[in-house]
Nanobody, 122 residues
Framework: QVQLVESGGALVQAGGSLRLSCAAS????????MGWFRQAPGKEREFVAR????????WYADSVKGRFTISRDNAKGTVTLQMNSLKPEDTAVYYC???????????????WGQGTQVTVSS
């Protein structure tokens, strides 16, 4: 069992930065891949970034590559999404997720947080 709690969502102007955090707890975190997904109103949930707890290997959606950075702190049990050069189209509820497979498919993630709202004004 893995529990996930996101924080850090806010209202920010275009071009600004935000740092989202996901506090993860569970006995076997090292077996998991941690992902960030987002869902805008009226749209499907989409992949943003993912990182392997054990190896640190990362993967990004093309839409955020070069602007967002995912990282993990094994000691603290947190996964962070640093978001720079934010655009209005980044507005969405952002979710942290944990799964056993290194994939961008939300259907293959087993555990989800409650989400945190990010709003980017133009």
């Amino acid at each position: 069992q893995v529990q996930l709690v996101e924080s850090g969502g806010a209202l920010v102007q275009a071009g600004g930065s935000l740092r989202l955090s996901c506090a993860a707890s569970g006995r076997t975190l090292s077996l998991y891949v941690m992902g960030w997904f987002r869902q805008a109103p009226g749209k499907e949930r989409e992949f943003v970034a993912r990182i392997s707890w054990s190896s640190g290997v990362t993967w990004y959606a093309d839409s955020v590559k070069g602007r967002f950075t995912i990282s993990r702190d094994n000691a603290k049990g947190t996964v962070t999404l640093q978001m720079n050069s934010l655009k209005p189209e980044d507005t969405a509820v952002y979710y942290c997720a944990a799964g056993r497979i290194h994939t961008s498919s939300s259907a293959l993630y087993d555990y989800w947080g409650q989400g945190t709202q990010v709003t980017v004004s133009s």
